[in-house]
């Protein structure tokens, strides 16, 4: 039963890496659009990174309340 | 529990597929909040997936199983 | 010997499903262009949608068309 | 051991990100050496990837923390 | 029967990216057929990616073979 | 322990050749600019592709001595 909730927590710290894997990916795409110079964030950069993830997951919850009205419907 | 666990990863799979290319559509400039006209569009653009993943899938059974006819008739059929 | 049909069935069933997702990844981008703003697919992407699979049936005969020429040459 | 595994795992995939996304940009046309230019614009990239990669950490775990608390006060709330 | 799987399974993604390429290259718009030309642009692509594949594991095996005689030799070379 | 051994080995030649797919796939974008009319590599392509892998591994033993700078630093 330790060995379940020790595969469960891995598991889901998994998931997590893997989602910020995804998300890095696909924000500098947005956020990092000239050509890097520094090692830092600028500070429009910065927002956007933030704003990012945050909208992503609104994105996120909208499609779970929609496919959740689908299946009571 | 197998089968529950491949529904549960192909839904998974579904959700993360619709933000990857709705998200890039609608929302191309993420702000402070999400704007009335980037939810809206952000909600036809998942019930278009939803609706190109049930196309996608009725075209695809139908074509292999027309293939796997066809091979089973002794024919190379298909192509 | 009833689990290794089972797993068998559960693979392929695993593959084709695979297949569909990415075959909606790609067909999603090849047909829907315009901003959505409609649930349902219009008359052009619906035909789109269906050529796309047939399309890259015919085209992943062709590869193996090819590859079995390949070998047997 | 397990978790050695899921930590080289982790950083053997932001290697590749890394890679893929400031080869793509600061290597657009690979030539017989890599060029100064070249290699501090890819430096640069590497060091802003790997800043992306903590700032979106920081947001993202804050964020389902959020939303867990909103969820176990009975709410539904980070919506 | 490990690297049998192994084979396949390195086999099922070579044809999974050529189609990928290929079909993303040569068959912009799916019609209701594949016309000749299209058929005869995949069938080049197809070669082409094959060739590249080819080429390519070449360089990359000669490269870590390189880089593994130089940490072997003492130095850190390669780079 | 012969076991162990032999996967290790799988292993590594699996991800070399997941190396390999990976760079084809990224390799073949940069390199095969023009619409495929033969399927041999030109004399262009044929150079660009072994420069693609060597500037490619050239890039990752960046990365790595700047993570080993960063670690000792």
Redesign the interface.
Known sequence: QELQQFIKN?TQ??N??Q??????????????TA???????DKY??P????????????????????EAMRTA | QIRQEAAMHNARQL??K???H???RC????????SRGE?SC??SC??KYMSSWNAISRQYVQRIQKEQAAQEAGGFGGI
């Open positions: 891995e710290k998994s997590i890496q989602s910020i894997h995804s998300l890095t990916d696909m924000c500098f795409r947005k956020c990092i050509k890097p110079s520094s090692g830092k964030l950069e910065e956007c990174m933030q704003n990012c993830v945050d909208r992503f997951m609104d994105a996120n919850n909208l499609i779970l309340k929609q496919l | 959700i993360e619709i933000n990857e709705c998200f890039e929302i191309p400039k993420p702000g402070t909040s999400i939810e952000f909600s998942m019930e």
